[in-house]
């Protein structure tokens, strides 16, 4: 990866072009920002939000242009809870239990961004109201974790949570 950085074993960019509420002009919008040096994208399977498969349409495209890899590009994409997403839109069975939710929704990152691996996955925020992690949060956490381990992603993140919440011995094993 041309423009990334080494980063506990993994490549990354410093900049991702974020592609939140950008709806139906994802496509066009994700494939300027490639066009303009950008090679990290983040993005969501969050449809109330975000345009994922747009998202990868234009990725699609911008690697069959010729103009670059898959190695170059740095895709970030998100698990969001249920109370996250739109009542009549989720991207995976809200009826199912919570680690099944992770790995339905994974599948169709894939399948949205025309890819075999993710290299940022991201627990999109906390299942409970507060800034704090709760129970189900932690069985998502497992899910990426093992999604880690069979190697469909390079690193995992949590966002939309205060620093001061997190546990210590989570941190710590990142940043040995």
Excluded: C
């Amino acid at each position: 990866m041309s423009t990334a950085e080494r980063l506990h074993e993994t490549d990354t960019v410093r900049i991702l072009y974020g592609t939140a509420w950008k709806k139906e002009r994802s496509a066009r919008l994700t494939k300027l920002a490639l066009g303009e040096g950008f090679r990290g994208i983040d993005t969501a399977n969050q449809p109330k939000h975000y345009s994922e498969s747009l998202v990868g349409a234009a990725v699609a495209e911008f690697l069959a242009s010729g103009q670059g890899s898959r190695d170059d590009i740095f895709l970030q994409t998100k698990f969001t809870h249920v109370n996250g997403q739109s009542a009549t839109d989720i991207p995976y069975d809200p009826n199912v239990p919570v680690a099944q939710q992770v790995d339905q929704s994974f599948n169709s990152s894939l399948e949205h961004l025309r890819t075999t691996y993710i290299d940022s996955y991201v627990l999109h925020g906390p299942s409970v109201g507060g800034p704090a992690l709760g129970p189900k949060d932690w069985e998502v956490w497992r899910v990426m974790e093992r999604l880690k381990k069979e190697g469909k992603v390079k690193s995992l993140g949590i966002s939309n949570v205060p620093p001061k919440t997190l546990p210590f011995p989570l941190v710590a094993q990142y940043y040995k």
